[in-house]
């Protein structure tokens, strides 16, 4: 990384040349021993003098106040009109990342089916962006954006189309692969999102708006492990400051040396919202989308076979019938969970003696342990508080 620690104030090599001026108004008086004359000067040389020092004083307070801020807080701050990726310490220019992934990213457009109150059906139009994820034709994408698409269409950056397939896709995750029929393409290079840090560079590539294939917006990495809920699912995602808009979704977020970090999936809307935007971390996308290609699903994701409903107001709780707000079993799905005792109607109240503050925390606190492993429910039932014993199971095999 370039040395960013150099400073330069202009001043150095300053070179006063000091003069003398006598007083032709004063005399030596010839009987006094001889000594070394005294220097005396006139009221001009005093004021040239003082202006001089001033300068050199301003000059070099600014040049040590530069190094002062350039040094607070431990951190290295370029004062210089630097790009974006050499201020972020980038080891490509926006340029080299852009060029290095544009034949890596492609936009997608799908088609599908839809019917409206008269029974009638229509086609119905989608965009959205991809990454090339091997060389024989897998593409990474939202499971979102092909989600009940009867059609779709893989658009290469040199103009190349493909029909695409759908391999499989993880709704939970909202990662999907696709299969072209094509060889040799350009896969992208995975980084590590563990790597990145607060401030590094980020560079998003996609299809905004579905007709601005390849565009590319540059940005920092805003913040890591946002935890946000998107259509009554938690994720983890990482937040960028790159602009992105509809049909950037699955497109990709890149680091400083052109290594795919995330998959665009989100962004904040709103006359008062700007620069926020969200991606799914490399290293999550990379898990679910190798066993996509392999199983079909994410093998090993543990769920306590019950679906649950969040009642966060009083007239939520009027419409279910119940007395509080909270967190309530809807139905009782996994063989397990039936064995444990637990019923629809029932209150979380705490999970592994944690309290249950709404559903994504229960949520994770379920996904944060393993298969077969167990955890403890206390349930309040007939206002009757009572602690139940779950094994979570996977996932695919609750029905």
Known sequence: MEDLNKFSSGTDGFDVNEKIYVDPEVKVSPQKPKKEKEKYVTKKFF?????????????????????????????????????????????????????KNENSVVAITTESVSTDSWARQYVTNGAGSGVVYSEDGYILTNNH??????????????????????????????????KVNAKDLDPVDLGSSDAVSV?????????????????????????????????????????????????????????????LIGLVVAKSSGSDVEGLG???????????????IEDGYVKGRPAAGITIVDLTSAS???????????VYIDEVTGSNAKKAG???????YMINDKK????????????SHEVGEKVTFTI???????DYEVVLQDSNEIK
Do not use: C, W
């Open 47 to 99: 004021a040239v003098t003082l202006i001089i020092a001033m300068v050199f004083s301003a000059v070099m307070g600014a040049g040590v106040f530069g190094i002062a801020v350039s040094l607070s807080g431990g951190k290295i701050i370029n004062d210089n009109n630097f790009s974006l990726a050499e201020v972020t310490g980038s080891e490509l220019s926006i340029q080299k990342i852009v060029a």
């Open 145 to 178: 954006v092909i989600d009940d698409a009867t059609s779709i269409k893989i658009t290469m950056h040199n103009g190349d189309t493909y029909k695409a397939s759908l391999v499989a896709s993880d709704p939970q995750t909202d990662v999907a692969v696709l």
């Open 199 to 259: 401030g590094d560079l980020a560079i998003a590539i996609g299809n905004p708006l579905g007709t601005l294939a390849g565009t590319a917006t540059e940005g920092i990495i805003s913040g890591l492990e946002r935890e946000i809920t998107l259509s009554g699912k938690s994720m983890t995602l990482i937040q960028i400051s790159a602009s992105v808009n509809p049909g950037n979704s699955g497109g990709g977020v890149f680091d400083h040396y052109g290594n």
């Open 278 to 292: 969200f991606a799914i971390p490399v290293d999550t996308v990379k898990k679910v989308a190798d066993a996509l």
């Open 316 to 326: 939520d709780a009027m419409k279910y019938g119940v007395k509080t707000t909270g």
């Open 342 to 348: 637990l019923k629809a109607g029932d209150l979380i």
């Open 356 to 367: 249950v503050t709404d559903s994504d925390m229960l949520v994770r606190e379920i996904q």
């Open 380 to 386: 309040v039932r007939n206002d009757e508080m009572k």
